[in-house]
Every structure is written in structure tokens, then in C-alpha cells.
């Protein structure tokens, strides 16, 4: 502590002054009272050299108080900041995974509410999501909910600071004001306003994303994996292979009809109507299970005894009377 203004450094000079005085007059002081004086002042001259004043701490006090009241609110800021920061990280991790697990398994995360959708995306191998857990920034819950179209979170922020999280965060509003509760949703993977001209891979309510509009171009690449194809016209280039062909109208060609399985006269066929060949190209009918040559008309009017060598065995033909005649060469 420093001294009262009355024990300042020139009283310690005319303290010292004095009893020097004294000293070298060869003089007693006159009294206690001066004696008193003399070393009072010498000692009070010393401890006015160490510590502060009442005013000058008063002073330090003051200045510091006005430095904390201008510091604190610009702190709280930046925390805030960072918790909405931080808030609007953690929430697009979750959709992000979400929509990721949705593409890859075609469902949503978790049971059939999606109410333990993070813990689900956490669980997979690897982890769709990573260092985020159920409570948010702000020390309260996060939950998410889904229905067959969209996914959700829904979490408490703290006031006025909602709105920066939501300003933050696409799909997102601000569903209780009172609680300062927020809600994120996103769609199907490919179902975004933004991708309304892309064509969505996965079944969504609206049927234009999984149609198309204009020619689909493969640039001579494959399509694998089809169930069914119907369409109004087929045109091949190259060749058309498949185990069955089923038409419900005529079949016409432009050039020839090559049957490159064989089978033998006489021999067992499983379905009447069917047509095949011989080795040697002659045409055989599958009719009472077996294969049998087809019968061959003759254009030519024929007479008895004519010879029927430039015909094929078994060919009909018929007289100028109309009578019905077998070549037997």
C-alpha cells in the first residue's frame, strides 16, 4: 500500500535534512517528539517507494471492467458463430449420408421411420457417418424421420441464431419459433428442382424423372440386365439373337429363312407344326409326333404312265380330270 500524500518523498527529505542537522550540530534532538519525527519520516520516506494507491487501483479496476464489457459480447459471437458453423457441418453430414445410403441400398437409413438413422449410417462398413452424434451443438437432441419420398432432421437451435442455421442449410425452415426448432428435409436422390432435366435412376412419385423425353444415345455401348422390352418398332443392324421369338402377327423377310438345327425322317418331334430340316435340306413337318416330308404339288397336268423321274418322291399332282395322282419314280 502507499503512503497518505502527508509521508511524501519531501518529508522523507526534510526528515533526513533534519535529523543530519542534529547530527552534525552535536545535538541531542530537543525532544522525543522531533526524534519521533525524524525517524518516522525516514521510515515512512522508505515504504513510499513500494505498492499502489487506493486511486491508482480504483483507476486499473475501472479501465478493466470497461474492457470486459466490450470483449464479452464480441466472445459470445464467435462462440455462437461456431456453434451454428459447426450445426450446419454436422446436419449436411447427415443428409449427405443419408442420400449416400439411399443411392447405394435403395431405401432409407434405419428402421422404417428412420428414427435411428444415424446410429444405422455409423454402422455400416465402412461408416457412412463419422464423428456425429445424436446431440447437437447446442446440447439438444437430433432426430430424424422419413417417409417414402423424403428424409429429415429435425433438432433445437437457440435464439437468433435459428435463422442463421437455417440460412445455412438448403431444404431447411424453422417449424417452432417458440423453441427456435428447426427442420431439414431432402428428397430421393436425383429428385432436386435443379435436376428436373435428369433422368433419376430410382422409382420417385413424380414419373417424368424416369422418363425419357428425347433419343437415348448409348454411343455403341451395351444395356444389360433387361426384363422386358416393348416397344412399337425394333430395328437391328446386326444380328438378333434369343432363345424364343413370339410374334402375334405375321413374320415377313426379305431374304431367306435358314434353319441351322437338322432333324431326321421319321424321328420323334415334341409339338405338331413345327418345321425343320433334313441334312441334305429337304423340308419335314412335325405331325402325329413325327417327322414327316412335306407333300409337294405339282404345277404340271399329268397323265397315267407319265414318268415322274424330275420330281420329288411322294409329289401330287393332278389330270386333266381332275384325278389326284402319286409320283413313285
Do not use: H
Amino acid at each position: 500500500m502507499r503512503c497518505a500524500p502527508r509521508f511524501t518523498e519531501t518529508a522523507y527529505i526534510v526528515g533526513i535534512s533534519a535529523c543530519r542537522f542534529d547530527m552534525e550540530s552535536n545535538k541531542c534532538a530537543r525532544s522525543i517528539g522531533a526524534y519521533n519525527f525524524c525517524l518516522g519520516a525516514m521510515k515512512m520516506g522508505r515504504e513510499c517507494q513500494q505498492g499502489f494507491t487506493l486511486m491508482e487501483l480504483a483507476i486499473v479496476l475501472a479501465i478493466t471492467a470497461m474492457l470486459a464489457a466490450a470483449a464479452v459480447p464480441n466472445y459470445m459471437t464467435r462462440v455462437n458463430q461456431k456453434r451454428a458453423d459447426t450445426t450446419v457441418q454436422d446436419t449436411q453430414a447427415i443428409i449427405d449420408a443419408a442420400r449416400a445410403y439411399r443411392s447405394e441400398k435403395g431405401t432409407w437409413p434405419g428402421d422404417a421411420t428412420c428414427s435411428n438413422a444415424i446410429q444405422a449410417l455409423g454402422a455400416t462398413t465402412p461408416p457412412m457417418l463419422a464423428g456425429v452424434s445424436n446431440i447437437n451443438r447446442y446440447n439438444y437432441p437430433i432426430t430424424t424421420s422419413c417417409t417414402q419420398y423424403t428424409f429429415s432432421v429435425d433438432q433445437n437451435t437457440t435464439q437468433d441464431w435459428d435463422g442463421v442455421v437455417v440460412n445455412g442449410l438448403p431444404g431447411s425452415q424453422i417449424i417452432n419459433s417458440s423453441t427456435y426448432q428447426i427442420r431439414t428435409t431432402v428428397g430421393v436422390p436425383g429428385t432436386e428442382p435443379a435436376l428436373d432435366g435428369k433422368l433419376s435412376r430410382l422409382a420417385s412419385a413424380n414419373a417424368e424423372m424416369n422418363r425419357m423425353r428425347t433419343n437415348l444415345l448409348m454411343g455403341n455401348n451395351d444395356i444389360n440386365e433387361v426384363n422386358a422390352v416393348n416397344a412399337q418398332t425394333l430395328n437391328a443392324a446386326g444380328a438378333v439373337n434369343a432363345q424364343t421369338v413370339a410374334a402375334t402377327g405375321n413374320i415377313s423377310t426379305a431374304g431367306y429363312v435358314e434353319f441351322t438345327g437338322t432333324a431326321a425322317e421319321g424321328g420323334g418331334c415334341a409339338k405338331a407344326g413345327l418345321v425343320a430340316t433334313t441334312s441334305t435340306g429337304a423340308q419335314l413337318t412335325c405331325q402325329g409326333g413325327k417327322w414327316v416330308k412335306s407333300v409337294i404339288w405339282s404345277p404340271a397336268i399329268v397323265s397315267t404312265g407319265q414318268s415322274c423321274a424330275s420330281f420329288p418322291k411322294g409329289s401330287l399332282a393332278f389330270d386333266s380330270a381332275g384325278n389326284l395322282y402319286v409320283c413313285k419314280p
